[in-house]
């Protein structure tokens, strides 16, 4: 029995350290998850609201520049044939890098080498011209750009992709979105000019571009300018929607203040791209192209932007044109370019668009 409390009277104060440091080391995982909440749901968000500088960071991505280390004056480098390399200097001074790439038909002509002779064969155009315009981040050579680009090209159609300023060896000027609209406004209306209605060009928008594109063509429009017809391929509302429903915001949108301090910055900074506003002014044929599994830009914002297009221009017509494409091809929202039926849709859109062109 003494032994017993000897045994006792020694592990007790063990015991009691034990629970004592214990206690500190919750203590201390406690506070240390109230602090790291509070900085990501308080501080970080308060940072991100007066700052206009991370806003558009976040939104364009332009810093995230892949493929790296591309040389642009080296189509070929990326598996790019029949392309060449060019700039373009804006209205508001800003160089301005693009590639024109031939259409299928014209690979082998061996008299199309100098900067002449491709600008030539876009003034002496037969088959549709494609004017694409990216999403955020990357640049013109990014992977499933160029697998778009070939398909245009399999297609036999004419080809301007560019970078807007802040991407790829486009110069780096102030970012904002009148400044890539002014940029995209420009070139549209350089590549209308030099193909002079000899064919019909088309406008491709991918993501942060489907909100470029409708607001260049809404502002063409009161110029009485029109192209051929739009497409939207994985296309947003406005960006309030696209940052609400973006799978990011979700960690922050139990905050009471979520729209106060992450959504209302970018509209009161005029980073707004309303294409759900700008349809209405745009005249030309659209077609929306859009993947259920899209996680970047939910397929119900792509469904919107159809909805306010059919309000405003009526589906009588069949002006506005929504293809919904099944998750169960797993093209998300880089990849539709993949999706086997394209190069028919393509092709019906472009032939009923041609026929309103020419009339």
Known sequence: MQTTYLLLAAVIPFIILDIWYTRIYLFSIMKASIITYLVIFGLLPIIFHYSYTIQKKMLFLNLLQWPINVDFSK???VGMKGTRNFYLQTDQQ????LWQ????SLLNDSTVTT??????????????????MHGNSGNRASSHRLELYKLFQDLDYHVICFDYRGYGDSEDAELSEMGVVIDSKYVLKWVLKVVNNTAPVFVWGHSLGTGVSTHVLALLATENIHPAG??????????ADEITEHPIAQVFKHLPWF???IVEPFYNNYLRFESDKHIEKIQCPIMILHAEDDNIVPFALGEKLFEAGV???GNDTNRVQLTRINASHGLGHKYICRYKKLPNIIKSFVAEANQNWTD
């Not at 900067?115 to 694409?132: G, R, S, T």
């Open 101 to 104: 790439i031939l259409p299928q």
């Open 115 to 132: 900067d002449d002779d491709y600008e030539a064969v876009l003034k002496n155009a037969k088959q549709p011209v494609f004017l694409y």
């Open 75 to 77: 189509p070929e480098s």
């Open 230 to 239: 739009l497409i939207l391929e994985s296309p947003f509302s406005n960006i």
């Open 259 to 261: 729209h106060w301090l």
């Open 311 to 313: 309000n405003y221009h």
């Open 94 to 97: 800003v160089k301005i890098g």
